[in-house]
C-alpha cells in the first residue's frame, strides 16, 4: 500500500496558544507533498519536522483569515531564497493572489521559480488538479467570508499481475497490459483465462477531506461521500454552539454529527479554539456520537484509509 498520510503543522483556531500553532496541514501521497492552509509559523512548523519546504509540490489556502494563510509569504519567500527552481502551484480564494504580489511589489521581491496562482470557485465544485496519483476538488464551505474545503482522492490503480500464474500458463509480455485494463488470455490451445485469475486487485483508493472553517449548514456534505478520513474543525464545545453560529464555526458534537452523516470511516478535529487548554472534553463530545473521533495533535501522522488512527504510523514530535 502506498503512503497516504497527514501531518498536523497547527491545531489552534486563531490565536496561536498553549504550544498550539494556528492551521497548516502537509498531506503526503506516496511521496508527494501538498500543503493545506499555511498559518503563520509554518514553515519553521515544516522545519522542526523534518520537511524540505522545496519538497512541497502545491499549496492549498481555504480562506484568508489571517490564522490560515499569515505563513504563506514567509513560505514563498524561503522557497525563492533556497534557489527553488521547481514550479508551485498555489490554490486559493480570489484576493489571495493580489495579497501577495502587492507584497512582493513593495519588498521588490521578483521570486525565481515558476509561482503560479489559481483562484477557487465558491459557486461549486471545482476540480483543481488531476495527476496520476490523485485528484483535488475544492468546494464552497460556510464561513463568514468565501471559504472552501478541499477533497483528494487516490486515483484507481490498474490490477497487479499475478506472477504465478502468468508464468506458470507463459502469457507472452505483449500481453501483461492487456490483462491489466481485462480483456481475458486465450492460450495457444485455445483454453481462455479471464484476466482476472491472472491478476490481483489494486487496493481500494482512499480520499480525505478537509474542512475549516464552517458553520453546520449542511450544504457541504455532498462533497463529503465516501471519505476514509474527514478532517473538520470543531471549535468550540456545544454548550457553546450559539456562539459558534455567530461565528460561523462548528462544535465537536456537530463535527461527530456531520461525520457520521456523511459515513466518514474516521473523523479528526482541530482548530481548537483558545478557551480550551484541554482537548479531552472536545474529543469525549464528538466521540459521544461519532466513535471514531481523534484529536488533531501536532507533529503527529495520520493515516488515510487506515485501521490504525489511533496510533499514528509515525510521530516525529
Ligand atoms: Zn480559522
Ligand atoms: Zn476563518
Known amino acids: 500500500m502506498t503512503r497516504f498520510e497527514v501531518l498536523i503543522l497547527?491545531?489552534?483556531?486563531?490565536?496561536?496558544?498553549?504550544?498550539?500553532?494556528?492551521?497548516?496541514?502537509?498531506?503526503?501521497?506516496?511521496e508527494?507533498?501538498?500543503?493545506i492552509d499555511c498559518g503563520e509559523g509554518t514553515q519553521m512548523r515544516l522545519t522542526r519536522f523534518g520537511i524540505k519546504l522545496n519538497k512541497i509540490?502545491?499549496?492549498?489556502?481555504?480562506?484568508l483569515h489571517g490564522d490560515h494563510y499569515l505563513g504563506l509569504m514567509g513560505l514563498l519567500s524561503s522557497m525563492h531564497l533556497m534557489g527553488r527552481k521547481k514550479e508551485l502551484n498555489v490554490y486559493g480564494p480570489p484576493g489571495l493572489r493580489e495579497i501577495m504580489e502587492l507584497q512582493f511589489y513593495h519588498s521588490q521581491t521578483a521570486i525565481r521559480y515558476p509561482l503560479h496562482f489559481h483562484t477557487t470557485s465558491m459557486e461549486g465544485e471545482q476540480l483543481l488538479m488531476e495527476n496520476e496519483r490523485l485528484t483535488v476538488h475544492s468546494f464552497p464551505l460556510d464561513h463568514r467570508?468565501?471559504?472552501?474545503?478541499?477533497r483528494l482522492a487516490e486515483k484507481q490503480k490498474l490490477p497487479r499481475l499475478n506472477a504465478e500464474e502468468v508464468a506458470r500458463l507463459g502469457v507472452p509480455k505483449s500481453f501483461y497490459k492487456m490483462l491489466k485494463a481485462g480483456y481475458d488470455y486465450m492460450a495457444p490451445d485455445g483454453s481462455v483465462h479471464a484476466w482476472q485469475s491472472l491478476t490481483v486487485p489494486a487496493p481500494v483508493p482512499r480520499t480525505y477531506a478537509f474542512c475549516s472553517d464552517t458553520v453546520d449548514s449542511g450544504n457541504y456534505l455532498e462533497s463529503l461521500a465516501g471519505l476514509d478520513l474527514l478532517y473538520h474543525e470543531a471549535t468550540f464545545l456545544d454548550d457553546m454552539?450559539?456562539?459558534?453560529?455567530?461565528t460561523f464555526h462548528t462544535t465537536a458534537l456537530q463535527a461527530g454529527q456531520i461525520a457520521g452523516r456523511v459515513g466518514a470511516k474516521k473523523l479528526l478535529i482541530g482548530h481548537y479554539s483558545a478557551r480550551y487548554r484541554d482537548l479531552a472534553p472536545l474529543l469525549h463530545e464528538a466521540r459521544s456520537v461519532f466513535p471514531a473521533t481523534e484529536l488533531a495533535i501536532e507533529g503527529q501522522w495520520y493515516p488515510v484509509g487506515s485501521d490504525t488512527i489511533d496510533k499514528p504510523s509515525k510521530s516525529e514530535d
Not at 241 to 246: F, L, N, S, T, Y
Request: net charge positive; charged share 15%; with cysteine.
Open 32 to 35: 508527494q507533498l501538498h500543503l
Open 10 to 30: 497547527g491545531s489552534s483556531s486563531a490565536t496561536p496558544m498553549y504550544g498550539r500553532h494556528p492551521t497548516a496541514q502537509l498531506v503526503n501521497i506516496d
Open 241 to 246: 454552539r450559539e456562539r459558534a453560529i455567530e
Open 57 to 63: 509540490k502545491t499549496v492549498f489556502i481555504s480562506h
Open 145 to 150: 467570508i468565501p471559504c472552501t474545503g478541499f
